[in-house]
């Protein structure tokens, strides 16, 4: 989609009608291309998956959008659909089919999994998974040789989206859950979410400054942990961005 605009996520609070038209024409797009949208972002997976259905069962939204879409030359029909990566891997390619493709199992490594609310919320619209008990993402790393184990507190939020306006709760949010991470002996997060890998690993080093506490859990997105679980080299991931140095076990 060449000419894609923001989803419209961050403009919600502001204006609601202008959100639904910036997904719509998105989906408008992918309509025009005939092919359904894989998005990487939990925030963009909830807003256009959302939007797309509030304008396929709402004949009044619909209309609405569309007379403002008609002056772009567009109109949406609702024949695409909107899922996640981590919702094609589990329920479209299905576990088996990563585990045989494993080269380079984590054998022994003991991870945890952190969602991120847009993935699994609102349930009514998001509703792959169980936003209480979700299973997708542990479904995914198991399949690569790690341990996922359970922690408090696994489905709360990290706190990231309010970041700009308020510290204070973001930092304590994500403090919280990685005590209850370290209690466990994990060797790394796993995360699904941009802004939660943001939260957990470059926000890491100023929460232990800010609570005087020591926690040097490396930070890792599935798609990393899963390339080097299929042979991909760490050298071509950039782990020297990571702010939390990944260990040396990981990478071996």
């Not at 847009?118 to 209480?132: C, G, K, N, Q, V």
């Not at 970041?163 to 949010?173: R, V």
């Not at 370290?182 to 232990?208: H, M, V």
């Amino acid at each position: 989609m060449p000419d894609f605009n923001c989803c419209g996520l961050p403009v919600d609070p502001i204006s609601h009608e202008m959100m639904l038209v910036l997904a719509a024409r998105n989906l408008c797009l992918a309509e025009q291309e005939e092919l359904s949208i894989m998005t990487l972002c939990p925030g963009c997976n909830g807003t256009l998956h959302k939007v797309n259905r509030i304008l396929k069962e709402n004949d009044r939204v619909r209309e609405k959008v569309n007379s403002f879409l008609k002056e772009d030359g567009m109109e949406f029909r609702g024949n695409i659909e909107v899922k996640h990566l981590i919702q094609v891997l589990g329920d479209v390619v299905g576990p088996e089919r990563i585990k045989e493709k494993i080269v380079n199992p984590f054998n022994g490594l003991k991870v945890t999994e952190h969602y991120g609310c847009h993935i699994l919320r609102p349930a009514e619209y998001m509703s792959f998974d169980s936003s209480e008990n979700p299973t997708v993402l542990r479904r995914l790393i198991e399949p690569t040789g790690a341990e996922c184990l359970d922690y408090v507190n696994k489905t709360e939020c990290c706190g990231y989206p309010i970041i700009a306006i308020n510290e204070n709760i973001p930092f304590q949010l994500a403090r919280d859950k990685l005590k209850h991470i370290k209690e466990t002996g994990a060797e790394a997060l796993i995360t699904i979410c941009p802004s939660c890998y943001l939260a957990f690993d470059i926000n890491q080093s100023r929460i232990e400054k800010l609570f005087n506490e020591k926690f040097g859990i490396p930070v890792l997105h599935y798609p990393e942990l899963l390339a080097l679980a299929l042979g991909i080299k760490s050298d071509e991931l950039a782990f020297k961005d990571h702010r939390v140095k990944i260990s040396k076990n990981i990478e071996r």
